[in-house]
């Protein structure tokens, strides 16, 4: 079962106060090994196209889009599927490569994988005096 969460957002016009808006939250497995951090969303019905990933100031935030048409020919009797926005965000505490980094959608599963930098060590020798 899908979760929803509520946020609140600030409008611009200054007669309207508080707008709500209905996000859904994908549900997420969190792999990790020394190489990369694999990430998987299950988003149904969300294609590639409508999929929106940005970092910025190690917040991971991810995007995506589903939406459901009726049949041609057909109209709806009942409906379950949800439809609207999800949207989930990460905060990453290890740095991550971006140009290594890279996101693939097939079955409404987003898998991501974040690419580790490895941290340059280096031997400080000590001498005496």
Do not use: C, W
Not at 7 to 22: W, Y
Not at 98 to 115: D, F
Request: without cysteine; hydrophobic residues 30%.
């Amino acid at each position: 079962m899908l979760k929803t969460e509520l946020q609140t957002q600030e409008t611009q016009n200054p007669t309207v106060e508080k707008v709500t808006k209905r996000y859904i939250t994908p549900s997420v497995n969190i792999y990790e090994t020394e190489e990369d951090t694999r990430i998987i969303l299950d988003m149904p019905g969300v294609d590639e196209k409508s999929v929106d990933i940005s970092y910025e100031k190690d917040v991971l935030t991810i995007e995506g889009r589903n939406s459901y048409q009726v049949p041609e020919g057909f109209e709806s009797m009942y409906v379950e599927f949800k439809t609207g926005d999800y949207i989930r965000k990460f905060n990453v505490n290890k740095p991550v490569d971006l140009e290594k980094s890279k996101a693939v959608m097939k079955n409404g599963k987003l898998t991501l994988h974040l690419a580790k930098i490895k941290p340059n060590t280096k031997k400080i020798e000590v001498k005496v005096e």
